[in-house]
């Protein structure tokens, strides 16, 4: 009796622990639970550890694909030049807000979107921000998008083998001690990661900010990246309180508007997963409106960047849809389209902002503004957006706008 009573005890805590994280209460419920359970299994003891070892099996074969997934070359992110070791001659704080999925200023005017966003822009006019209306993205998601923005350097994806599979490694370019939060913390910065869901840390990579608004004790083993939330205007008015004294980078995300349904089941057609993302859309302009009143009170003269990390996918079924061959134009605008507003320190803008195209340049064109050092914009990455296709196609990595934003769909040969 003691066995299994250790057993199924031992399992059911450490399995809640797994799924949920450090939830006290809850674990010492269900070891009370299990314990009474306990007497029920005792004549079936060699079932459940058969039962145990097949399900150990099965994660086992799942960390093997994981480790596989993690473990690959960081060639892609070898840069050009010394900008990695850029040392700034301006030192406003910086913060870069990021509403996930805003489409960009002229795409929300025009079908399929049709948004009146004007009141808002004029908000960010008044608020000094310089509005980009063709701003948009390299990649089609949160990770694939950051990824490449924080390495200021392409991944093509990775090279895929499997478009199913996320890429798990390259959320270490997030969160970790990437080039960017590298060189602010060169520059004597401190780093602020301000987060409102786990997504973008569930696989737990050696934190390269200082702070993070969500600590990995509290952080599930088993999350799948929105199974907790943070208040992040509470976490901002508490940073502002603490960082007075010091220059701050602050990167700050917001899970609204996001985008249609990823899925054809789940899907509710496109126009009903318009008015969702029109619904979202007004709740993420809410927020930020919060979020920018909230700095500029206590900051000024700091650098603000809002930066979407790509469209809402409006006007397809599904997000899915994207690895199907796609030739509609407004399609694939609706997928990379993303914002980019700038409110620069004294509304100085520099004169070679007019190279902000793309994600994956965005902070070699804000480091050569705070550095006072145009050289490192003789360096960019093309300014081109790629997809992975598998359908109506021959599987593999396509180019579908090209460096001057015209719709391609050529095959990217590594």
């Known amino acids: 009796m003691l ?14 622990y797994s799924i949920i994280g450090p939830k006290k209460k809850i674990i010492l419920l269900v070891i ?55 040392t700034f001659k301006k030192m406003p704080n910086v913060y870069i807000i990021q509403p996930d999925g805003y489409a960009n200023a002229n795409t929300l005017k025009n079908e399929p979107y049709h ?6 822009e004029s908000f960010l006019i008044e608020k000094d921000f310089k509005i980009y209306p063709n701003f948009r993205s390299n990649y089609s998601n949160t990770i694939t998008s950051n990824s490449s923005m924080f390495a200021m350097k392409h991944h093509y994806y990775k090279n895929p083998k499997d478009n199913t599979k996320e890429a798990y490694g390259l959320r270490k370019s997030i969160a970790s001690n990437n ?45 799948r990246g929105f199974d907790m939330a943070v208040n992040s205007l509470d976490e901002m008015k508490k940073a502002i309180k603490e960082n007075k004294n010091q220059a701050n980078f602050y990167f700050i995300e917001k899970i609204l508007p996001g985008h249609i349904s990823v899925t054809k089941n789940q899907s509710k057609g496109k ?13 993420a302009n809410l927020w930020l409106y919060e979020m920018i009143t909230l700095i500029i009170k206590d900051d000024p003269s700091g650098l603000i960047i809002i930066v979407a990390d790509h ?8 997000t899915s849809k994207r690895h199907k061959k796609i030739t509609d134009p407004r399609l694939i605008n609706s997928i990379f389209a993303s914002t980019l507003a700038i409110k620069w320190p004294d509304n100085e803008v520099p004169r070679f902002d007019d190279k902000l195209k793309t994600n994956v340049n965005l902070f070699r ?25 598998d359908e109506d196609a021959p599987f593999g990595v396509y180019k579908v706008i090209d460096e001057n934003g015209k719709v391609d769909f050529k095959k990217v040969d590594f």
């Open 3 to 16: 066995l299994t009573f250790s057993n199924v005890v031992s399992f059911a805590g450490l399995l809640t």
């Open 115 to 120: 948004i009146d966003n004007s009141n808002f």
């Open 365 to 389: 064109v804000l480091f050569s503004y705070l550095a006072e050092d145009k050289t490192y914009l003789n360096n960019f990455e093309k300014d081109e957006s790629f997809l992975i296709v």
């Open 271 to 283: 126009e009903e997963e318009r008015k969702v993302y029109v619904e979202n859309f007004e709740k």
């Open 179 to 223: 080039v960017v939060v590298s060189v602010f913390n060169k520059n004597d910065y401190k780093t602020s990661l301000i987060i409102e869901s786990p997504y973008i840390i569930v696989n737990r990579p050696t934190l390269g900010y200082d702070y993070c608004s969500i600590p990995y004790k509290e952080l599930s083993f088993l999350s």
């Open 32 to 86: 009370i639970l299990s314990f009474g359970f306990s007497f029920l299994l005792k004549k079936h003891l060699k079932k459940v550890v058969v039962l145990e070892y097949l399900l150990a099996l099965i994660v086992a074969v799942q960390l093997v694909f994981y480790i596989g997934n993690i473990n690959f070359s960081s060639e892609w992110k070898q840069l050009p030049d010394s900008i990695s070791e850029v």
């Open 311 to 318: 469209g809402g996918y409006v006007g397809l079924n599904y």
